[in-house]
């Protein structure tokens, strides 16, 4: 069957289908490429056009129908990358000759700004793992060593017993890509640590050895990630902080704008980050920036509604 014969509906599911085959498309990305690509076939049938003809320009007027209609830039980067996937299929499958998405560029995603604790939330997480009934010294030295170093959450529960031994000023962190890096460790991050390690050898008295640190009863051998999170949204309630704004990972924005605040250098808070591109650490300059901006509003003697 000639290729502008065929329905546009059919078009869809041969690419849905190879990308699931060659892919391994995740289903929830499937169902977004078919949404999208449906929402594009209508716009086009409603004019007579049809996937085989339409130009470069008559896809960017559809995404321009996309952005007057209210669409997120997001949802329309979305639609303008599922456009590019079928086009880019159906020219190597030799239904086109041509490809009309290939120099077409979007709006991208508006890079959102991480959320920050203050330095006074970041005390009262500290003063109530202190206060933990159950289980103080762990929950501390977590806390601590979090707030202390910027771990990823999965570079922190899994940290080796050999990193922590001997009092160590610095601490060995293997983060993504099995890179390592070295970071160094506040006093009361140590304080924490020592403890903490003094009643994990307590506990473990007569016990089989765990090489971690923070061992625990799962698959792992070690506290899990859901494990923390749950330490920590019980830490947020105490607190007296919403248990949604404090996740792991606004503690590792926290530790990096307070440094950023605190007149550290860029480079050394992308090297304590384990951030391969310098690029990647420059998002906290605008977290700063929003906030000086924030204090000159509220604080400042004129400001004005």
Same mark, same amino acid.
């Given at each position: 069957?000639?290729?502008?014969a065929?329905?546009?509906?059919?078009?869809i599911?041969?690419?849905?289908?190879?990308?699931?085959?060659?892919?391994g498309?995740?289903?929830?990305?499937?169902?977004?490429?078919?949404?999208?690509?449906?929402?594009?076939?209508?716009?086009?049938?409603?004019?007579?056009?049809?996937f085989?003809?339409v130009?470069?320009?008559?896809?960017?007027?559809?995404?321009?129908?996309?952005?007057?209609?209210?669409?997120?830039?997001?949802?329309?980067?979305?639609?303008?990358?599922?456009?590019?996937?079928?086009?880019?299929?159906?020219?190597?499958?030799?239904?086109?000759?041509?490809?009309?998405?290939?120099?077409?560029? *979007?709006?991208?995603?508006? +890079?959102r700004? /991480?959320? #920050? !604790?203050?330095? &006074?939330?970041?005390?009262? $997480? =500290? %003063?109530?793992?202190?206060?933990?009934?159950?289980?103080?010294?762990?929950?501390?030295?977590?806390?601590?060593?979090?707030?202390?170093?910027?771990?990823?959450?999965?570079?922190?529960?899994?940290?080796?017993?050999?990193?922590?031994?001997?009092?160590?000023?610095?601490?060995?962190?293997?983060?993504?890509?099995?890179?390592?890096?070295?970071v160094?460790?506040?006093?009361?991050?140590?304080?924490?640590l020592?403890?903490?390690?003094?009643?994990?050898?307590?506990?473990?008295?007569?016990?089989p050895?765990?090489?971690?640190?923070?061992p625990?009863r799962?698959?792992?051998?070690?506290?899990?990630?859901?494990?923390?999170?749950?330490?920590?949204?019980?830490?947020?309630?105490?607190? *007296?902080l919403?248990?949604? +704004?404090?996740? /792991?990972? #606004? !503690?590792?924005? &926290?530790?990096?704008?307070? $440094? =950023? %605040?605190?007149?550290?250098?860029?480079?050394?808070i992308?090297?304590?980050?384990?951030?391969?591109?310098?690029?990647?650490?420059?998002?906290?300059t605008?977290?700063?920036?929003?906030?000086l901006?924030?204090?000159?509003?509220?604080?400042?003697p004129?400001?004005?509604?």
């Amino acid at each position: 069957m000639n290729a502008a014969a065929r329905p546009m509906a059919r078009w869809i599911s041969t690419f849905l289908d190879a990308e699931a085959a060659e892919s391994g498309a995740a289903r929830n990305t499937l169902l977004a490429y078919g949404r999208d690509l449906r929402d594009l076939a209508d716009w086009l049938a409603a004019a007579d056009g049809h996937f085989a003809t339409v130009t470069a320009e008559g896809i960017e007027s559809y995404l321009a129908r996309c952005d007057a209609t209210g669409l997120s830039a997001a949802t329309r980067a979305r639609r303008l990358s599922s456009i590019r996937q079928l086009f880019r299929f159906v020219h190597e499958e030799g239904w086109r000759a041509d490809n009309p998405a290939l120099r077409l560029t *979007g709006p991208g995603k508006a +890079r959102r700004l /991480p959320q #920050v !604790l203050s330095l &006074a939330e970041v005390d009262a $997480l =500290l %003063a109530a793992a202190r206060a933990d009934p159950g289980d103080a010294a762990r929950t501390t030295c977590l806390m601590e060593l979090l707030y202390a170093t910027g771990m990823r959450v999965s570079e922190l529960v899994s940290l080796p017993l050999a990193a922590a031994e001997g009092d160590p000023r610095m601490i060995l962190v293997r983060g993504k890509g099995g890179r390592e890096r070295l970071v160094p460790l506040s006093p009361p991050a140590r304080e924490a640590l020592t403890c903490w390690l003094a009643e994990r050898a307590r506990r473990l008295d007569g016990r089989p050895p765990s090489r971690w640190l923070f061992p625990a009863r799962s698959r792992e051998g070690h506290l899990t990630r859901q494990g923390f999170f749950l330490v920590l949204k019980a830490l947020a309630q105490v607190a *007296g902080l919403p248990p949604e +704004r404090v996740t /792991p990972h #606004v !503690l590792r924005h &926290a530790f990096a704008t307070h $440094l =950023l %605040a605190g007149g550290a250098d860029l480079r050394a808070i992308q090297t304590m980050l384990g951030h391969a591109d310098v690029a990647t650490t420059e998002i906290y300059t605008h977290v700063l920036d929003a906030h000086l901006r924030e204090l000159v509003l509220t604080k400042h003697p004129l400001a004005r509604e």
